[in-house]
T-cell receptor, first 114, second 112 residues
Framework: DAMVIQNPRYQVTQFGKPVTLSCSQT?????MYWYQQKSSQAPKLLFHYYDKDFNNEADTPDNFQSRRPNTSFCFLDIRSPGLGDAAMYLC?????????????FGDGTRLSIL | GDSVTQMEGPVTLSEEAFLTINCTYT??????LFWYVQYPGEGLQLLLKATKADDKGSNKGFEATYRKETTSFHLEKGSVQVSDSAVYFC???????????FGKGTRLSVIA
């Protein structure tokens, strides 16, 4: 089945040690999103790619960056994770940015900071 | 700015009970409205959507009607099952250039 796959499901890193989360999709969608979801809260959009065009949300910390080397893959890099960055990170895709297009989510990567 | 307000949870129901989860929104234009469901340990799945006033979205026995006059999009199901236990998020999107705005989510537990 076509889907959005996130690896790993669980990631543990040390305070200040760079970490990369990955997302791949077989849907051939143009748009890929990264969300941060803290416990018992709504997902919060960090940024998205429309094709190769990167779109950062205004309140996303500089510590968070992203790369999209091709249509299928997108990475979330956290340069110096702090304790407050412990969360579930969700990747999503949509065919385009039309307002009524649904977003297809992966199962998420739960990040823990030691 | 745009916002979504959902009823506070958790909601606990017995199997076969009627479910309503209230959702109201604030938007400057005419947003599309969505309900997403998140099962334990998983990502979000689109449950249903409505793109204009008076549209009814439906899926898996769940329904929600886009009510512009009351700025609401309440989720209903006539008879819930244990397998419906999850967190439900109401969301809106105004345009292709704006993000999906989620409510805080409502946790539903259905007991046999």
């Amino acid at each position: 089945d076509a889907m959005v796959i996130q690896n790993p499901r669980y990631q543990v890193t040390q305070f200040g040690k760079p970490v990369t989360l990955s997302c791949s999709q077989t849907l051939n969608h143009n748009v890929m999103y990264w969300y941060q979801q803290k416990s018992s809260q709504a997902p919060k959009l960090l940024f998205h790619y429309y094709d190769k065009d990167f779109n950062n949300e205004a309140d996303t910390p500089d510590n968070f960056q992203s790369r999209r080397p091709n249509t299928s893959f997108c990475f979330l890099d956290i340069r110096s994770p702090g304790l407050g960055d412990a969360a579930m990170y969700l990747c999503a895709t949509s065919r385009d940015r039309q307002v009524n297009q649904p977003q297809h989510f992966g199962d998420g990567t739960r990040l823990s900071i030691l | 700015g745009d916002s979504v307000t959902q009823m506070e949870g958790p909601v606990t129901l017995s199997e076969e009970a009627f479910l309503t989860i209230n959702c109201t929104y604030t938007a400057t234009g005419y947003p599309s409205l969505f309900w997403y469901v998140q099962y334990p340990g998983e990502g979000l799945q689109l449950l249903l959507k409505a793109t204009k006033a008076d549209d009814k979205g439906s899926n898996k026995g769940f329904e929600a009607t886009y009510r512009k006059e009351t700025t609401s999009f309440h989720l209903e199901k006539g008879s819930v099952q244990v397998s419906d236990s999850a967190v439900y998020f109401c969301a809106l999107r105004e345009s292709g250039n704006t993000p999906l705005v989620f409510g805080k989510g409502t946790r539903l537990s259905v007991i046999a």
